[in-house]
């Protein structure tokens, strides 16, 4: 039975392919047939990825196992050397070897099978997807664009009321933005600079609100990778 993919795309060589069902798409009509389609190889795919992971982990172990099988042969010769004994049973080597060639023989053949799939998900896709489809992810993503917007600017009028409330909040302290007392100025800033080379992404840094432990110095708090001059 085929593995039932929860990612958003299956990735096999230099091709990668979307997950409809991580999506929604599916269902009924052209556009349904045309991603049922895709659903079936992707998942045809990602359970052949799958069975090949398993067969190359199989094989690694054996690879180990045959290793260390060498190894006490190799001393229980040599113990049979100097006593003089007739050398020990090697049978379980050919044993191990064999299953070796036979799980890689299983993993090459999960590779041939993962480009078949592959190959027929290309051909699929430069096969053109029906114009359903298209009409239906081009009403999805401006339905998508216009949210876009109006969650930009929503985040742009959030960022800008934490700039103002932490400006206010430096100038009632009488420090700067990195914590170093004003002396004998006053200066407020609407929205505070970066203790950074980039002046635009001072909310990238935590924020000092003055509720940190005290410093070493108390006039000077120190932050790791600032100097007086600004970043280390």
Same mark, same amino acid.
């Given at each position: 039975?085929?593995?039932?993919? #929860? +990612? /958003?795309?299956?990735?096999?060589?230099?091709?990668?392919?979307?997950?409809?069902?991580y999506?929604?798409?599916g269902?009924?009509?052209?556009?349904?047939k045309?991603?049922?389609?895709v659903q079936?190889?992707? $998942?045809?795919l990602?359970?052949?990825q799958?069975?090949?992971?398993?067969?190359?982990t199989r094989?690694?172990?054996?690879?180990?196992e045959?290793?260390f099988? +060498?190894?006490?042969?190799?001393?229980?010769?040599?113990?049979?050397a100097r006593k003089?004994t $007739? $050398?020990p #049973?090697?049978s379980?080597?050919?044993a +191990?070897?064999?299953a070796?060639e036979?799980v890689?023989?299983?993993?090459?053949? +999960?590779?041939?099978?993962?480009?078949?799939?592959?190959n027929?998900?290309?051909?699929?896709t430069?096969?053109?997807?029906p114009p359903?489809?298209l009409?239906?992810l081009r009403?999805?993503?401006r339905q998508?664009?216009?949210r876009?917007?109006?969650?930009?600017a929503?985040a742009?009028?959030?960022?800008?009321?934490?700039g103002?409330?932490y400006?206010?909040?430096?100038?009632?302290r009488?420090v700067d933005?990195?914590?170093?007392?004003?002396?004998?100025?006053?200066?407020?800033?609407a929205v /505070?600079?970066?203790?950074? @080379? #980039?002046q635009?992404?001072?909310?990238e840094? /935590?924020?000092?609100?003055? $509720?940190? /432990?005290e410093?070493?110095?108390?006039e000077?708090?120190?932050?790791?990778?600032?100097t007086?001059h600004? @970043?280390?």
């Amino acid at each position: 039975m085929a593995k039932k993919v #929860d +990612t /958003p795309q299956v990735v096999h060589s230099i091709s990668s392919f979307p997950n409809p069902r991580y999506y929604g798409f599916g269902g009924k009509g052209a556009a349904g047939k045309f991603w049922n389609e895709v659903q079936r190889k992707v $998942d045809e795919l990602a359970a052949i990825q799958e069975r090949g992971a398993k067969a190359g982990t199989r094989s690694q172990e054996l690879q180990q196992e045959l290793e260390f099988q +060498t190894r006490k042969h190799e001393e229980a010769l040599v113990v049979a050397a100097r006593k003089g004994t $007739d $050398d020990p #049973d090697d049978s379980f080597l050919a044993a +191990t070897k064999h299953a070796i060639e036979k799980v890689e023989r299983k993993r090459r053949a +999960t590779e041939r099978a993962a480009q078949e799939v592959t190959n027929e998900l290309v051909a699929l896709t430069h096969g053109g997807a029906p114009p359903e489809v298209l009409a239906e992810l081009r009403e999805k993503g401006r339905q998508h664009e216009e949210r876009y917007t109006e969650l930009v600017a929503q985040a742009m009028a959030e960022r800008n009321a934490l700039g103002e409330a932490y400006g206010l909040h430096l100038w009632a302290r009488g420090v700067d933005e990195r914590g170093y007392p004003q002396g004998e100025r006053s200066f407020f800033r609407a929205v /505070p600079q970066a203790p950074a @080379v #980039d002046q635009s992404a001072w909310f990238e840094h /935590p924020l000092n609100w003055g $509720d940190e /432990p005290e410093a070493s110095h108390p006039e000077a708090p120190q932050y790791e990778g600032l100097t007086s001059h600004g @970043v280390s």
